[in-house]
């Protein structure tokens, strides 16, 4: 018998993957029926992502944008089903015992102000300053209205790392985990983590709609999921914006008066965000092996049993550098992960429960992510890959926690140049700020 759970919440369905029984039946529950394409001034546009289809004098009449949520045609027709679901009623929704500090009481009040008047908001807080914890109010109450919420990301890891945080502190909530290496087939839940990509499937669909880390990759300058986030929204819903470094875009429609703000100075625990120590090498990381001023601090890491994230330019200079790491350190325990990395999933869960001691990374894991106790290294930080954001995104993994706030940070390269300079310096600028 079909589910047809898999198919309510606001779905955009291609009409010729469903029987006709099934068809009817959406249809009758609310479904409306549209053509695959629309028009604007002579131009076609596909119904899902939005983007423009080619000329139908080109080879494919197809829609290439979002091929890989399945293939839709000029001649297909789409399915959007019934979003107006009404959701059961909970004694109590919100099941956590932490504490909000002051800084984080004044930006729930703000949300919640912005969440009555139906107004965008963003929050521009520090990494580590407990943002997903802000948003706990905030859900509860679209709870309470029996609203649904969307929980978004750009990144995998950060979906997956969110959703048991959400599980146990909304335990009577139906919540729902979707990207696209999960193995969970979509179903309708009132709660849901997701990538952004995901959202390309909905359209007038969530009531709340919540999204983090908005400018990393590649969410940031997509227009295909800028306006997935847009399409996915009510009507008269509300879109929060989470970021430490948030991109000049949003800034200008604060200043505009479109979306309104709270800023948070200071991580939850009260302490400042590390500041890097910079360290110039006058050779190349693998000289001699490995550099030898690299090699005094890994020798420290080695010796002390010390966590550590080391993060890199690339994947080449990243494998490199695990052969020459494993040869000077044979009884050291480590992983090195990627965006290609079909296990990075299961390499950095093991980094999470110690069972290795160090983990390389590209810059997949500059955000999003908490690990405690764990020293950061950055090689080559000098590098084009890495911009004055990025460096910030990884210099916050490390202090994250409020035993070990003062784990170390550092930057190691041959050239001194903006993106350091200007990364070194607005963190120096975030900490002035908490002493004022």
């Known amino acids: 018998m079909t589910n047809l759970n898999e198919y309510f919440g606001g779905r955009i369905i291609n009409a010729k993957e469903l029987t006709p029984e099934l068809k009817r039946t959406l249809l009758d529950q609310g479904a409306i029926q549209t053509a695959a394409t629309y028009q604007i001034r002579g131009e076609r546009y ?168 908005v400018d990393s990759y590649p969410l940031a300058g997509n227009q295909m999921l800028h306006q997935a986030i847009k399409k996915s929204k009510k009507s008269i819903g509300m879109m929060v914006y989470l970021s430490a470094t948030p991109p000049k875009e949003l800034l200008q429609k604060v200043r505009k008066g479109q979306i309104t703000l709270s800023k948070l100075y200071q991580r939850f625990h009260g302490h400042p965000l590390p500041e890097p120590h910079c360290h110039l090498l006058f050779k190349e990381i693998d000289f001699l092996g490995i550099n030898p001023r690299l090699r005094l601090k890994l020798n420290q890491v080695v010796s002390s049993h010390q966590r550590l994230m080391i993060f890199f330019s690339s994947i080449p200079v990243m494998e490199k550098f695990a052969q020459k790491l494993k040869r000077y350190y044979p009884t050291l325990s480590f992983v090195s992960v990627s965006s290609l990395d079909k296990e990075r999933l299961e390499k950095v869960q093991r980094f999470r429960e110690h069972r290795v001691q160090v983990i390389l990374t590209t810059t997949i894991l500059e955000r999003g992510v908490t690990f405690k106790r764990v020293m950061v290294l950055v090689l080559n930080a000098d590098a084009k890959e890495f911009s004055k954001t990025s460096l910030i995104q990884i210099a916050g993994r490390a202090g994250r926690d409020k035993k070990y706030f003062d784990d170390e940070v550092h930057f190691y390269y041959r050239y001194y140049n903006r993106q350091i300079r200007q990364a070194c310096k607005e963190i120096e600028y975030l900490n002035q700020q908490v002493k004022k």
Request: aromatic letters at 8%; charged letters at 25%.
């Open 46 to 213: 596909c119904r899902r992502c939005l983007m423009r289809l080619p000329q139908k004098s080109e080879k494919y009449d197809y829609c290439r944008h979002c091929i890989n949520l399945g293939k839709i045609s000029s001649s297909d027709t789409l399915l959007i089903t019934n979003a107006d679901i009404i959701f059961p009623t909970q004694e109590k929704y919100l099941n956590w015992d932490g504490e909000l500090t002051d800084n984080q009481r004044k930006g729930v009040h703000e949300l919640l102000n912005a969440f009555d008047r139906h107004q965008d908001h963003l929050i521009w807080a520090v990494t580590g300053a407990g943002k997903t914890e802000m948003i706990f109010p905030l859900i509860e109450q679209a709870l309470i209205n029996q609203q649904r919420v969307a929980i978004c990301s750009p990144r995998v890891d950060v979906c997956i790392e969110l959703f048991p945080r959400l599980q146990k502190v909304f335990p009577k909530t139906a919540i729902g985990l979707f990207h696209g290496k999960s193995l969970e087939k979509y179903h309708l839940t009132q709660i849901a983590v997701m990538t952004v990509h995901q959202l390309i499937r909905f359209e007038k669909a969530f009531d709340v709609l919540i999204i983090d880390e």
